[in-house]
Nanobody, 126 residues
Framework: QVQLLESGGGLVQAGGSLRVSCATS????????MAWFRRAPGKERTFVAA????????NYADSVKGRFTISRDNVNDTVYLQMNSLIPEDTAVYFC???????????????????WGRGTQVTVSS
């Protein structure tokens, strides 16, 4: 069974940092685009960041650019999201996703992603 498992969420004060991870099982995603999305309370799920497979090209939502960094470890087939300078508006459930149809063209459209994790809660207190 293919699974994406997020971890590393928690409660942090505004201005702090947190790193969430996405581990995979059931198949390898080292040649696929990986992304993070988030769903804030009462809002729809939105794009946060994405990264290509071997070239490591990234794309970020404007709201997190300069504060968040997406990276991947293709040896361990794990994707990370380093979040710095967190603000209360970053409070959300963070989801990991995989796009198995593209390798180099990043998309922000959640409908283009094929596999999803269940999410990890990140709460930023003011």
């Amino acid at each position: 069974q293919v699974q994406l498992l997020e971890s590393g969420g928690g409660l942090v004060q505004a201005g702090g940092s947190l790193r969430v991870s996405c581990a995979t099982s059931g198949r390898t995603f080292t040649e696929n685009i990986m992304a993070w999305f988030r769903r804030a309370p009462g809002k729809e799920r939105t794009f946060v960041a994405a990264i290509t497979a071997s070239t490591g090209i990234t794309n970020y939502a404007d709201s997190v650019k300069g504060r968040f960094t997406i990276s991947r470890d293709n040896v361990n087939d794990t994707v990370y999201l380093q979040m710095n300078s967190l603000i209360p508006e970053d409070t959300a459930v963070y989801f990991c996703a995989a796009d198995v149809h593209r390798r180099f063209t990043l998309t922000r459209n959640e409908n283009e992603y094929d596999y999803w994790g269940r999410g990890t809660q990140v709460t930023v207190s003011s």
